[in-house]
């Protein structure tokens, strides 16, 4: 089949952005990314921009068009909405566009401006992406979902609260070797079990942070991408979905889309997941990551705890995991995550990532979560065209 | 190249629909379209949601995730957005996947519900497809921005007032006829133009309805299409784009983007617009079907309102336009309007309008538009593959 590569990405920096407007973030990342691509705006022949809660958090629908306006070219330009997936499900319909022969280069955005609006609100809009009439409507958060996911698998797996925290600590320890990582302090895990309780077992430190943010990609057909230096491939990509709200779900302990869309993406790549050498799990709460590298297959089930105490998940360690700090510490801006997840794997596979550079890094996996796990999204991207 | 048919279509009933919620309107569409089909939801390769608003109205996000589950399928589906045209782009994005090869069956929907909040915040929500930060942000309404392009329109090319009324007057008449439709009273020149005033010259009659509802039709891959009987055909699709804000635009009395999007679409479906036997064009206001009939080159530019005066455009007419009652007298539920339009098309082509049905309909064209033309998109469809 033919390949796609991925010949620029660009991202603003990620943080509290009370300067930027979501016009400003869309307009930054989509310039950077074509600016490090080095193509004119002209040659882009599809738009997809990923995005949860501008409605909500802007009173901005239509990002398509401003998308495509801010460009000053007339060419199709939607946005797509996954919950906190959205970036990557903008990815994927990018990638659809080229195989479909309707687009050679695709332009794909992933952006959320959320510090507008009072920390009540944005809880209230982002509980939209579970189930509003079984959950929010009963009072649920989503810190609350993901803490008794917390509670459940703790008690299965003897997870102690100190190996979950060693989650938060080390991605605020790789963000402060990202230069647009939200946060750029350290932190230690009696930090993040003496930090506020937002829903026992999870405190302020075990969460996201509400982030202001945007990134992009350039994505273009074999032939055309590998005429650019050093593009990078997506050689798999999987989507899965589950019910959208908990109480209906078999476990509390697993997510099973994790595991399906990871099936399907290593199978469209043709590698096993040890072959991964650099992987951005979707940590908007600490558990989640435990989770993920589990769901993933990157290590035993029940075995994660054990795996954060050992520090194997460091940039530098044996199973590096969410090298840019993770949405715990880089920031999740909603709809840019997934886009930033490529965003990493991309500076990783090229080298360019720095400080935070990962010995050898040839395949990357980006795994991104909407809801609880009600669809996942997960990529392969390789240095060679595989 | 390979064609794709429309092998099932459903639609709910739309109105105020107090006891149905938004997951029992895509539910119900989406079953009636399997039906219609005669296929197993087991036979869904991917599923494309159209939606505008149903964070902000029905504190939901994650439609895709919610489409999947109703069907209890495991396969991609996500939510895509472009304000009033979030239902035609969910169908290009369905048109797409089976031509990446990717999908052979797709499910396409358009939903929204709308009547669960107050009109204040309706119109604030909706505002969203327009401008936020030049227009909304400085008290401008969607009525408000299609008031003025009607006053300028009524200007230049001296239409009446009672011209402008008859649009309203002949779409209320078509929706008599059509069983799903909001309203089922025909009214008269005079009611247009004694019904309150919403934005001067605009009154009640001459806006489309705050409506509930849902659309989803069934895509297949030619090989598989042509096995049903009487599919209908996706002959051409073209989207076009202009800039957000209305003041951006050279001028206010013609929408280039629909003469851009019908262009593209015609040319695919290599016929010209004088081979269109049956046509639903965006009528949020009554405005915009005067516009859109001479940007889509139905009629020659500045004849729309001598064309109204003759009657040329009801469905026995010699240019029949919005058969089922259009968005003025259907209803506008913003997510379904663009599916809605292909459902109408569909039962035009099919022979089974009913006491609407169009004489010889062999060829239709559907035209959503997106805020004040920022989004456009046209669709051809036909009985034969073409």
């Known amino acids: 089949m033919e390949k796609i590569g991925i010949i620029g990405v660009g991202a603003t920096k990620f943080g509290e952005l009370w300067k930027h407007g979501l016009r400003d ?14 193509i004119s705006e002209r ?22 068009s401003m998308a495509a306006e801010i460009l000053n070219v007339n060419v199709p330009s939607i946005k797509v909405e996954a919950a906190c997936a959205s970036g990557s499900v903008a990815l994927r319909q990018g990638l659809q566009a080229i195989k479909s022969g309707e687009a050679d280069i695709v332009l794909v955005n992933g952006v959320e401006k959320m510090t507008d609006v009072q920390t009540r609100q944005a809880t209230t809009g982002l509980m939209g992406a579970g189930d509003e009439e079984w959950e929010g409507f009963n009072g649920l958060t989503f810190c609350g979902l993901y803490a008794m996911i ?6 299965k797996y003897k997870l102690t609260r100190e190996q979950l925290a060693m989650v938060s600590v080390k991605n605020h320890k790789h963000a402060t070797l990202n230069p647009i990582a939200h946060f750029h302090n350290e932190i230690t895990v ?10 026992d077992p999870l405190t302020l430190l075990d969460c996201s942070p509400i982030t202001d943010g945007g990134a992009s990609l350039i994505l273009a057909k074999e032939e055309i991408a590998k005429k650019f230096e050093s593009p990078i491939w997506a050689l798999g990509s999987g989507q ?7 109480h209906a779900r078999k476990s509390l302990t697993e997510i099973p889309a994790t595991t399906h869309a990871a099936q399907r993406a290593l199978m469209q790549a043709k590698i096993g997941i040890d072959k991964i050498d650099v992987t951005e799990v979707h940590d908007c709460f600490s558990i989640a990551e435990v989770m ?34 993770g949405l715990k510490a880089c ?24 400080k935070r550079q990962i010995h050898n890094a040839n395949i990357g996996l980006t795994h991104n979560v909407g809801g609880t796990g009600s669809t996942v999204v997960v990529n392969v991207f390789g240095r060679e065209r595989g």
């Open 292 to 325: 993920a590298i589990e769901d993933l297959g990157l290590v035993p089930r029940g075995d994660a705890g054990k795996i954060m105490e050992e520090g194997l998940t460091y940039f530098d360690g044996k199973i590096p995991v969410n090298s840019c700090g």
């Open 150 to 155: 917390a509670r459940a698998y703790m008690h």
């Open 25 to 38: 973030l869309l307009a930054e990342s989509q310039l950077k990314a074509i600016e490090d691509a080095g």
């Open 240 to 246: 899965a979905n589950d019910t959208l709200s908990l």
């Open 331 to 354: 920031g999740h801006p909603i709809g840019a995550t997934g886009i930033k997840q490529v965003w990493e794997i991309v500076k990783q596979l090229r080298g360019e990532a720095g």
């Open 43 to 64: 040659q882009i022949d599809m738009i997809f921009t990923g995005n949860m809660c501008s409605s909500d958090f802007s009173g901005q629908s239509h990002l398509g």
């Open 190 to 199: 009696d930090q993040v079990l003496n930090s506020s309780i937002i829903a």
